[in-house]
Every structure is written in C-alpha cells, then in structure tokens.
C-alpha cells in the first residue's frame, strides 16, 4: 500500500514537473504581424478601359476578409444597387465584387474600398484601396480636392458625402434632394479632406452631407449639409471649404398621438412658434384642457380630462406661414399621466445654477407657504418660490453658501396641476462644495474681426453650453465657480441681435452666421 501512494506521489510530481517545463518552453510566437495584405493583380485589370463585364476579382498575397463593408465602400458615380460582395463571414485570397446595375456608356467608375479589406489574422487594412474602370475608351482623369468642417461644433461628423452634380440641362436647386449625384467620396471615419478623383471636365455643384439614410440624396430633416455658392469649373486648382450645418426643417405636422388617457401629443418640423391646436369636435363642458409645449421638444400636448369618446377632430394652424391642417386622432387603450416632479440637481448644489422642480403634467398652482429650505437641518432660510407656466417648472430663489448642507421640503399640497393632483410630502437634501473646488475663467476677445454684439459660450469637450454672456462691446468674460474639467470658449457673432446662432439655408442660398471655437481651457 505504501509502495503504490509512493507511485501516486511520483506520477503526480512528474505531471507537475512537466508542465512546469513546457511552461517555461512556451514559444513567444515571434514579432506581431502589422504588413497589410498586398494587392496581386486585379481581374479585369485596374484602370481598365471600354469595361463590359460586371464582375470584379481582387487577388492578395494572404488570406482577407471584409469588415464594415457597407460603411466604407463608396462607388462614384454612385450605383443605384448595392454591389454583391464575397467572401461575407470568412476568408479567401480574392476579394469578388458583382454588379448588378446597368453601368452608363462612356463614364469612368470609382470605386474605393475605404478600410473594408483587412487581413485574417490581425485585421491589418489595405487602407483606402481603390479599383478604377472605364466603360469608354479612357479614365477621366481630373481631380478636385478640399476640406470638410462643421459650422458650429469643434468637429465635423465622420463619414461625411462629398458630392459632385454636373450642371447640364436637367439639374435644378432640387435635384440634391431626388437624385444621387455624378461623382461621390466620403471621408469616411478618419480624415476630414476630402479628394474627388478621375473626374470630367466640365461645370459642377458642390456639395457635403452627413448623409443618415446613405441613399445619397439630402433629407432636410435628418441630414446636415454643406454647400458651395458658385459653380466649380474643372480643371481646377482650388481646394475648398464645405462648412457643414443643420437647416431649421421646412415647417410641418406629424400626425398627432393618442400616447396617453389625458394627452395628445403634436409633434412638427420647423418653426413653431405661431401654431395654434383647435378641436373641432364637440367636447362635453364638463371637460377642461390646455396645450404646453414638451420641454426640450419640437412637441406640443394638448392635455384633457379624461372623458369616453372614440376620436377628435382637430385643426392646426400656423398664423405665420397661413397654413392649416386638420387631423382625427383616435381614441385607444393607454395609460394615464400622473404628476411627477424632478429636480434639476441632486446631490451637489452648483454655484451660479437655480434648484428648479420640473413636472410632467401642466402646473397650475403653488402654496408657498408649504415650502420651506433649512441649513445644517435646522435654520430655516428665507426664499421665494416661483410657478413658471411657460416651462412647467418651480423655481427656488435662496442664499447659496460653500460647505453647507441644505434640506428643502415640500409638504403635501405645496403643488398642484391641471387635473387637480398634488405632491405627497417630499425632501431633497443638497450639499456645496467650498470656493476652493472649482474653479473661475476670464475671457478677452481681441482682434480686428470680432464683431458686436457677441455671445460667448462655455461649453464641454460634446459642445454643450454650460455658460452663456453677450456683450454688446468689448468687455472681459468671466465665468466664476465652474466645475473642474476641459472646457471650449464659442464667440458667436449676433448680427441680427437676436441673441442667437443662426444656421444656413440651402435653397435661400444662406450660409450659416459666423461662430469661432476657441482654445481649450482645463
């Protein structure tokens, strides 16, 4: 019995002594592979002429596959259907493309493959491979380069379309918004330049587009887009500048929601600052509503009490633009809006900022007496209360000082909404930090090109606006008590005095007013 655990012991040993030893013999695998696949040859060839066919074969010295092809494939002239491509979910030493347009006599095709072809193991790309073909007897040759940037934020978008419409008898202002263009790039994910290649003589419209839908046409309401006034003639040695904006949308309704037991919500396009909603059904007298606007949404509500019906007909009007719709918005099984009440802070108490309640249904009322604010729980502090109706909210005004604690409490009753609901008892307990924790920025605009009056915003490294001031000459900006973190300077210049940044317009041939980003600050 001994002799055979003795025997267990050695064979165990052994095992553990093997496996130590092929530990320490483990092959490292040599240096890490970065060689992007070459390119063998290309069946038809590249550049070839009087192309007939509509297969394509791409021949590498290793093993590819495709990844993200759909983004970073880009045809010019753009095809109307969308090329079969192989090998999809493995790899081979080919790349096969097939088309399945009727390709137009006497034009030389584009096409580049962006970042799409990486190798098997490592996923190095063969960056920006192109394949150029001509269905007539030579490649167009000309070459237009330039610069995408946004108007308004530090960065422009990625995978932007640059387009190019040839001016003949059939192009109007409008054709961008029917018709895919004669020649397209894109920046794709890493670069704003942009270089339109093997192009043809003649006269041309440019134009960007962050094109949401990639159909290659411009869609108002979802795309941004950037424009060239005059016409662009090739040849050409001019690089230009596309300054990317977001129209404000044509105006128009949607059709209207039943989305809950006591709402229905309108939401439009555009301006709509001048619309009116009317039902034109006949609803009982017994039943009260009121229409708000939804915060921080082109939205409007119409809010009722609750009554049995199976529809209403309304109309809506815009008094500026003089333009009327009319829409039934039927009756169906849905929930009830009840009040609730947010703060628009919790935790720590910001300097410089307002403590505000925001409801969810329309505010009609407050008790000011039933709210009261107290430091370290026990001093109660003087305070106003205010019932904004515009925007559905309850602001507080008091005495804001570092180190502190503050308890604001509500009891019950303290607000009251449109269908006659009210708080239950509520605290929020809030706390601030010392002088010493934040920190203060002075900003001097110097140099002939300001211009006044001037708004100048403090925004985060997304771009959004923290602090806002506007001078009407020059001045020293100062925004005291911010937060620790990376900041940017805006100076937008308010010609018009509308206190404002005002974007472009397309069809109005407007480009977007004028703004800088300045350096960043931390």
Same mark, same amino acid.
């Given at each position: 019995?001994?002799?055979?655990?003795?025997?267990?012991?050695?064979?165990?040993?052994?095992?553990?002594?093997?496996?130590?030893?092929?530990?320490?013999?483990?092959?490292?695998?040599?240096?890490?592979?970065?060689?992007?696949?070459v390119?063998?040859?290309?069946?038809?060839?590249?550049?070839?002429?009087?192309?007939?066919?509509?297969?394509?074969?791409?021949?590498?010295?290793?093993?590819?596959?495709?990844e993200?092809?759909?983004?970073?494939?880009?045809?010019?002239?753009?095809?109307?259907y969308?090329?079969?491509?192989?090998?999809?979910?493995?790899?081979?030493k080919?790349?096969?493309?097939?088309i399945?347009?009727?390709?137009?006599?006497?034009?030389?095709?584009?096409?580049?493959f962006?970042?799409?072809?990486?190798?098997?193991?490592?996923?190095?790309?063969?960056?920006?491979?192109?394949?150029?073909?001509?269905?007539?007897?030579?490649?167009?040759?000309?070459?237009?380069?330039?610069?995408?940037?946004?108007?308004?934020?530090?960065?422009?978008?990625?995978?932007?379309?640059?387009?190019?419409?040839?001016?003949?008898?059939?192009?109007?202002?409008?054709?961008?918004?029917?018709?895919?263009?004669?020649?397209?790039?894109?920046?794709?994910?890493?670069?704003?330049?942009?270089?339109?290649?093997?192009?043809?003589?003649g006269?041309?419209?440019?134009?960007a587009?962050?094109?949401?839908?990639?159909?290659?046409?411009?869609?108002?309401?979802?795309?941004?887009?950037?424009?060239?006034?005059?016409?662009?003639?090739?040849?050409?040695?001019?690089?230009?500048?596309?300054?990317?904006?977001?129209?404000?949308?044509?105006?128009?309704?949607a059709?209207?929601?039943?989305v809950?037991?006591?709402?229905?919500?309108?939401?439009?396009?555009?301006?709509?600052?001048?619309?009116?909603?009317?039902?034109?059904?006949?609803?009982?007298?017994?039943?009260?509503?009121?229409?708000?606007?939804?915060?921080?949404?082109?939205?409007?509500?119409?809010?009722?009490?609750?009554?049995?019906?199976?529809?209403i007909?309304?109309?809506?009007?815009?008094?500026?633009?003089?333009?009327?719709?009319?829409?039934?918005?039927?009756?169906?099984?849905?929930g009830?809006?009840?009040?609730?009440?947010?703060?628009?802070?919790?935790?720590?108490?910001n300097f410089?900022?307002r403590?505000?309640?925001?409801?969810?249904?329309?505010?009609?009322?407050?008790?000011?007496?039933?709210?009261?604010?107290?430091?370290?729980?026990?001093?109660?502090?003087?305070?106003?209360?205010?019932?904004d *109706?515009?925007?559905?909210?309850?602001? $507080? +005004? !008091?005495?804001?000082?570092?180190n502190e &604690? /503050?308890? =604001? @409490?509500?009891?019950?009753?303290?607000?009251?909404?449109?269908?006659?609901?009210?708080?239950?008892?509520?605290?929020?307990?809030?706390?601030?930090?010392?002088f010493?924790?934040?920190?203060?920025?002075?900003?001097?605009?110097?140099?002939?090109?300001?211009?006044?009056?001037?708004?100048?915003?403090?925004?985060?490294?997304?771009?959004?606006?923290?602090?806002?001031? *506007?001078?009407?000459?020059?001045?020293? $900006? +100062? !925004?005291?008590?911010?937060?620790?973190? &990376? /900041?940017? =300077? @805006?100076?937008?210049?308010?010609?018009?005095?509308?206190g404002?940044?005002?974007?472009?317009?397309?069809?109005?041939?407007?480009?977007?007013?004028?703004?800088?980003?300045?350096s960043?600050?931390?």
């Open positions: 019995m001994f002799r055979k655990i003795l025997g267990y012991i050695f064979v165990s040993l052994s095992i553990v002594a093997f496996y130590q030893c092929a530990r320490k013999g483990t092959p490292t695998g040599g240096p890490k592979d970065i060689t992007p696949p390119l063998l040859r290309a069946e038809p060839e590249n550049m070839s002429i009087n192309f007939k066919g509509n297969k394509i074969r791409l021949y590498f010295d290793e093993l590819v596959k495709l993200k092809v759909q983004e970073q494939l880009i045809v010019s002239p753009p095809l109307k969308q090329p079969m491509l192989s090998p999809q979910g493995g790899a081979n080919f790349v096969e493309l097939v399945k347009d009727t390709l137009k006599e006497n034009t030389t095709y584009t096409i580049n962006g970042q799409s072809i990486v190798d098997n193991n490592e996923g190095n790309p063969n960056s920006f491979l192109t394949y150029v073909f001509s269905t007539g007897d030579y490649i167009d040759s000309l070459q237009l380069q330039g610069v995408v940037k946004d108007a308004f934020n530090k960065e422009a978008d990625d995978f932007i379309s640059v387009m190019l419409y040839s001016i003949d008898s059939t192009y109007t202002d409008s054709t961008i918004y029917r018709k895919p263009p004669n020649y397209i790039t894109n920046t794709l994910d890493s670069t704003i330049v942009f270089n339109l290649k093997n192009l043809k003589e006269t041309y419209a440019l134009f587009i962050k094109d949401q839908a990639k159909n290659n046409v411009f869609d108002q309401n979802t795309d941004k887009i950037g424009f060239i006034k005059d016409t662009v003639h090739l040849p050409t040695d001019s690089i230009y500048l596309l300054n990317l904006f977001k129209e404000v949308p044509d105006y128009v309704v059709v209207p929601s039943f809950a037991k006591n709402r229905i919500s309108f939401g439009y396009y555009g301006d709509g600052q001048d619309i009116s909603i009317d039902p034109i059904s006949n609803i009982p007298d017994s039943v009260n509503t009121t229409i708000l606007k939804e915060r921080d949404k082109d939205t409007l509500n119409f809010w009722f009490t609750p009554y049995d019906m199976d529809s007909l309304f109309t809506v009007t815009n008094e500026n633009l003089k333009l009327i719709d009319t829409f039934k918005v039927k009756s169906r099984k849905v009830i809006d009840s009040l609730r009440l947010s703060p628009s802070q919790t935790g720590t108490l410089n900022e403590f505000s309640l925001y409801a969810n249904t329309p505010l009609s009322s407050i008790d000011s007496i039933k709210f009261s604010i107290f430091k370290q729980d026990t001093l109660q502090l003087a305070h106003i209360v205010k019932l *109706t515009l925007k559905n909210k309850v602001d $507080f +005004e !008091f005495k804001v000082e570092p &604690k /503050y308890k =604001i @409490r509500m009891l019950p009753g303290a607000v009251e909404d449109f269908f006659d609901a009210t708080n239950d008892s509520i605290i929020f307990n809030l706390n601030t930090k010392s010493a924790d934040y920190g203060n920025l002075t900003v001097t605009l110097n140099g002939n090109s300001i211009e006044y009056p001037v708004i100048v915003e403090l925004t985060n490294e997304k771009g959004e606006v923290q602090r806002t001031q *506007t001078a009407m000459e020059s001045k020293n $900006f +100062e !925004f005291n008590h911010i937060n620790p973190g &990376k /900041y940017l =300077i @805006r100076a937008i210049f308010d010609k018009n005095n509308n404002k940044w005002d974007t472009g317009n397309y069809l109005k041939r407007i480009q977007p007013r004028k703004s800088f980003l300045l960043q600050y931390h």
